[in-house]
Each structure stands twice: as structure tokens, then as C-alpha cells.
């Protein structure tokens, strides 16, 4: 990578979609996903850029009581209820990681790096004290043991079979398991080491400029709307 650059974007930036067109060839290539099982309904993305070319993606999407995470397509609705009464501030998830399989493994490190580093700067910016994400254990024991963030799983794994999309990412054993990561002195130390890696490498972040989401307590169950597509 020539000029690699970490960018925070709104939804409404032409570049969340070229991250979207990254995360549907590198699904399609290495789980086999159909478009239709990617929906686009996300807040910000995190890319990794080089120049003008998205070589990683990260999206995040903000709960509100209008919009549910996509976890809760999957797993109950609600499954955060008992996390966010620790911590407060907003609830978040962390969706459709991916990595140009183009790049040479170091690069592809450097990548993904930046993109769960950049994840954590917007959380800070938007008062997003718990993300929830949906990962295969492999990728999560890289982020507890080398990077030392603070990842646990959900206590509660059961899937609705109905919903689960037909491709080797749902139905490749171990399978994807919910977890969660909260706003804490572990995460906040992990972030502020690979800033300075990433720093040190030569990569630049620019401006986030994405206007700031007020936290608000979640509504009753029977206020909210009925499970969507993720």
C-alpha cells in the first residue's frame, strides 16, 4: 500500500459503499455469501484505504428503538439488556469485517489492525460503551491474546435456526458465537497500543466528522419494532 489512510464515514459517503462492494466480494469468495444475506443498513464504516482504494471495511450500527442490531435477528431480541445495565451510554454492533484477500499478509495485519482500532475512536466520539459483534472464535482469540481486548462471550448462544443464512460462515463448525466488548480501562489500553503502532507504521488517520448520536435508555420491549433483516 502506497498511501494507506484510516477514514470513519457516514453512511451517506461514497466510500461506505465501495467497503460494501469490498465485504460482498470477500464474502462471496471465502464463505460462499449471497448478496441478499448482506444488507446495507448500517451508520459508519470503518475503512482502511489506500489512496482512493478500499482495502478494509468495518461497519457499525447503533441501536435505537427503531432500529435493531443485527444480532437480534439471530439471537433474541434484547440479548444486551444485561450488559448495557453495567456500562450505559450507547449500544452498538460491529459488522462485516473484511480484508482484500489482495494484499500480502503483512499489509492484511496492518488492515485489520486499523479497522478495530478505528472502531474504538468512534466509540469514543459517540458515547458507544458496549459493542456487540458476531465472530468465529479464531478471530476472537487473536483480539484477547495478542491485541489483549477484552472480549467475553455472550451467555446465551441459542441461534434461530429459521433465520440462519445457507452459507459456510453460519454453517461451518466452530460456529459464530455472539460476543461483546464494553468501554473499559483493557480496551482503552489496547486501543491506545495499536494507535501507536499504527502510527508508527506510516499510516494517517483523518478527520471523523460524523455528527454525534445522544445515548438514550431503551424503550419497553413492546414499544420496540419486530425483529428485522440483518
Known sequence: MNKPSLKIVRRSDRLFWSGRRLVRDVYSSAWGTEPCHLCDDYDFAVLICDGDEVRGNLNIKVRTPDNLLPSE???????????????????????SLAVSASLPNRERILVFNGLILGSHLLAMQQDIRLYATVQRSALINTLIR???YPFRPSGDQTLDAAVIPDDKYWTTKPLPRLYYVSAEWATGAASFKLLHAFLDSGLTIEGITPPVLAAEPPPPVDAELPAIAA
Open 73 to 95: 435477528k439471530y439471537f433474541r431480541q434484547r440479548h444486551w439488556e444485561a450488559q448495557y445495565a453495567a456500562c450505559g451510554g450507547n449500544v452498538a454492533e460491529l459488522c
Open 146 to 148: 495478542i491485541m489483549r
